[in-house]
């Protein structure tokens, strides 16, 4: 079509406007050539000309005509990443709509998605004050706007709101007040439900790691048994979309229950997850969608031989992580097949720890430093080769591997205190014992004390979590 929209637009150019069959026939023309532009993936050349269409709208004062412009503009520059210049856009698209917006109508709608898309773009410009308060202003908004016609329930767009108040009010730290309009948001959900429960199932996880970080671990668990209970009715549909969704969110489930100490019941959810993801690849067709429930198998028999060893199940934790392994290796080829291949191996690796089998858990852990292809992951590989490789007999590669993940750590650990805490803390314990194995003694003080200090802040906010861990800090200690 290009080829017939093209010649248009330049004859409409070359002719001066009183001959243009209608006052706006080069502007509609350059309508429909950045359409054909944006088809073709040529979101440059179709900026260029939303600018030209931009100036006639300008000129000719159609306020709804300037406003899709403003809207097409916005989602170009989006596209593209550009920003600053789509947050340009939006302020200026903004109170156009507010003024064209009438109340009860969808202009009600394309004004709130204006104002959503302000807050989005402050917070991919790491302008996250501004983030918030803009949040806030969208549900003050909202909160005084009549439902509107043939639109979304009555207080669907609040709800959504309410939500991303809370992720922002998360980015700049205020826990308390995020978990508030979480629970608002999950309270709107569980009253009114939603598509296969998805938006009540997300609002209650949200709320359960709010709680934990707060403390509140009594909500925090009854907020994941929600989350996973919405799920739990969904599914009962039989759908292979909700089974699936349901499995995914009892994996999850398992790994919070571990975060709030409860490790048998972790082990039960990890195993009702890992056996809903077996009857989805028995009942899976063809093949992609058999090696998508075979990863995702994999993944569940990870997580699952990790809750195993969390209580000393080593035989059952060890089979489990050997399917993962045989599984992953059929798919090592594709991304998410290394990743759940990198994570078996090192999962395995600290088990043949656990069973002294020591230069076998290091060849392990070698192999996932290998597949892992982010930081976090080679940090953590990179830990269990360092104490296999003490034991094993090579304190050279064990000292080189340990001071990587420790530097690593450290420096995400000033980044984000609470989600490297702990792994900065375990990464100090077995560099100490490392060091201990070194005849090393002053090193191994130093890195012991840092690391029982952290565990014993840790174990002070969440004892039933990391009074195992500073137990173990602890027994390094006696070493010395």
Known sequence: MLRYVWPVVEELRSKPREDWPSPDALTEALVELAEWFEECGWDDFALRTHEEVLEFRRE?????????????????????ERHEEALAVVREELPLARRLAVPGEHSTEIANTARYWITNLLGKLGRHTEAADNA?????ELREQIPTKNGPPPGYSLAHAQLEYAHRLTTI???????DFTALNAAFWRQNGSWRGINGHTAYDELSLLQLRLGRFEEAR???IEAVAILREHAE???????????????????????????????????????????????AEGRAMIMKMELRVALALVSLGSRLHDIGRLDESLAASDEAIAL???????????????????NR????????????????????????????????????????????????????????????????????????SYLLADALSDHALIRVLRSERAEAEAAISESLAMYEELAAHNPSRYQRE???????????
Request: aromatic fraction near 4%; hydrophobic fraction near 40%; proline fraction near 1%.
């Open 470 to 480: 500073l137990d173990r800090a602890q027994a390094v200690a006696a070493r010395l």
């Open 237 to 283: 549909s039989e759908d292979r979309d909700c089974l699936s969704n349901l499995a995914g969110a009892l994996h999850n489930h398992g790994n919070h229950l571990r975060d709030l100490g409860l490790d048998e019941q972790a082990v039960e959810a990890a195993q009702e997850a890992t056996d809903r993801f077996r009857e989805l690849l028995a009942k």
């Open 222 to 224: 009854a907020s994941a």
């Open 136 to 140: 806030r202003e969208a549900i003050a």
């Open 349 to 420: 690796a600290s088990l043949l720890i656990s069973r002294q089998a020591y230069s076998e858990a290091a060849q392990a852990a070698a192999k996932g430093i290998e597949l892992y292809q982010t930081a976090d992951g080679k940090a953590m590989a990179r830990n269990t080769f360092a104490l296999s490789s003490a034991h094993a007999g090579e304190p050279d590669a064990a000292l080189e591997a340990s001071l990587l993940s420790v530097a690593h750590y450290r420096e995400q650990h000033a980044e984000d205190p609470y989600e490297y």
């Open 60 to 80: 000719a004062g159609d306020a709804e005509k300037l406003r899709r412009v403003l809207t097409l503009m916005r989602d170009n520059l989006m596209r593209q």
């Open 328 to 346: 992953a290796t059929k798919h090592e080829e594709r991304e998410l097949g290394r990743k759940e291949l990198a994570r078996a191996w090192t």
């Open 173 to 179: 730290g205020e826990y308390e007040q995020a978990a």
